[in-house]
């Protein structure tokens, strides 16, 4: 199967020893911010590049620019890799995803579209998002999934990390938050400047 191609196999057929990482934020067509683009492009990359498989939800905007990343570091690392073997996208019966490849898993429209992507992955990070990416963020904390949202992109992805440090707060009164925040801001700063480095190196 050529690595553009679509496969609709089975569910069975998907690793499940693969560690999946779902990326879920902005879905929009037109008008991401800048850092949303440079997020989704530099995270997409680093997790073809180093061997994760990715979930994503077949939209437009962040989903489309972090499968495609995606799919160039996993070409760069492992060329004889098929793309449909570490990307899948989970999408509503009868639609199409915005970036065509990887293995296509349909799904009722609804809750399922968040839930069964969560079924595979170990982490989910959020970058930006207008509302069903914070449906993301609630849905994976049910399933005890990990989830990273990147702050500094706004949006769902800040909203949830509020809400992480509310948490915190609630859960350890009195203690410290500015290093956690600082951490956070920083780790945002750094993915911003590699980012520019590898655009400026290409």
């Known amino acids: 199967m050529q690595r553009g191609a679509e496969d609709v196999l089975s569910r069975e ?3 499940r020893a693969m560690r999946w990482v779902m990326v879920a934020g902005t879905g929009r067509q037109f008008g991401l911010q800048e850092k949303e683009c440079w997020c989704a492009d530099a995270i997409g990359y680093r997790l073809g590049y180093d061997g ?3 979930v994503v939800g077949g939209w437009p905007g962040v989903d489309h620019i972090v499968a495609a990343s995606f799919a160039r570091g996993l070409e760069e690392r492992a060329p004889g890799v098929p793309l449909a073997s570490r990307l899948l996208q989970v999408i ?3 639609t199409y995803p915005d970036f065509r490849g990887g293995h296509l ?3 009722p ?9 969560l079924r595979y992955a170990k982490a989910a990070v959020l970058i930006g998002g207008e509302g069903a990416t914070y449906e993301t963020f609630i849905f994976a904390t049910q399933q005890r999934v990990p989830v990273f949202p990147i702050a500094g992109t706004g949006g769902d ?10 948490k915190w707060r609630e859960l350890a009164p009195g203690r410290p938050l500015r290093a956690l925040q600082r951490t ?5 700063r750094q ?3 590699r980012t520019r480095r590898q655009r400026a190196d290409s």
């Open 191 to 193: 993915r911003t400047r």
């Open 157 to 166: 992805a800040a909203r949830a990390f509020d809400h992480i440090i509310a």
């Open 92 to 94: 509503p019966s009868g």
């Open 13 to 15: 057929t998907i690793p």
């Open 52 to 54: 994760f498989g990715l």
């Open 184 to 188: 956070a801001r920083d780790g945002d």
């Open 105 to 107: 898993v349909y799904v």
């Open 109 to 117: 429209r609804g809750p399922l579209e968040w839930l069964e992507g």
